[in-house]
T-cell receptor, first 116, second 116 residues
């Protein structure tokens, strides 16, 4: 069975500093994708970044980077230069990439608070 | 801009009425769309997978007669909550995968349903 674990219910970061949100996963499927979404108070789920299990390099998207450590089965999200607008709920997700692969599963989420 | 449009964003209805929620993929064709439900301060729970031109696949414990799904075209899926009751009050959010963009799953803005 697949599982996503986010162990940090809440995190605080000072504006302009970097913050790491933890995500560990478990799957026996060799082909999978890892995703991070941001959910502000409005409720919309905003796609941030994607990492494929076979990708050699860690994914980066602007201020977001994914620290992918396959052997440890971790896919931590790093947000650099935090902004007040980064305050939101963040979900780590995973799904199988092969045809008939497992559906997207989500972690419990981490609420990030950015302090001025 | 948004690639998945969901409407309405909020609806308040009386108990016993039916409510229809629309989900449209704006920039791509989606043979598969997903409907999720989210309770306060919790993660997303997959309700069903909407398949264009065929019946939806419901997750265990989700009443298909209660939550009617129609995927009439490659860009539109609808969720109808029939004979709504107060316990159906929740945040419903749809999603679709972009087959061109690494099958990344994009989400609508969600619908907050309140049943009086």
């Amino acid at each position: 069975a697949q599982k996503i674990t986010q162990t940090q219910p809440g995190m605080f970061v000072q504006e302009k500093e970097a913050v790491t949100l933890d995500c560990t996963y478990d799957t026996s499927d060799p082909s999978y994708g890892l995703f991070w979404y941001k959910q502000p108070s409005s409720g919309e789920m905003i796609f941030l970044i994607y990492q494929g299990s076979y990708d050699q390099q860690n994914a980066t998207e602007g201020r977001y980077s994914l620290n992918f450590q396959k052997a440890r089965k971790s896919a931590n999200l790093v947000i650099s230069a935090s902004q007040l607008g980064d305050s939101a709920m963040y979900f780590c997700a995973m799904r199988g990439l092969n045809t008939g692969g497992f559906k997207t599963i989500f972690g419990a989420g981490t609420r990030l608070f950015v302090k001025a | 801009g948004a690639v998945v449009s969901q409407h309405p964003s909020r609806v308040i209805c009386k108990s016993g009425t039916s409510v229809k929620i629309e989900c449209r993929s704006l920039d791509f064709q989606a043979t598969t769309m997903f409907w999720y439900r989210q309770f306060p301060k919790q993660s997303l729970m997959l309700m069903a997978t909407s398949n264009e031109g065929s019946k939806a696949t419901y997750e265990q414990g989700v009443e298909k007669d209660k939550f009617l799904i129609n995927h009439a075209s490659l860009t539109l899926s609808t969720l109808t909550v029939t004979s709504a009751h107060p316990e159906d009050s929740s945040f419903y959010i749809c999603s679709a995968r972009d087959p061109v963009a690494k099958n990344i799953q994009y989400f609508g803005a969600g619908t907050r349903l309140s049943v009086l």
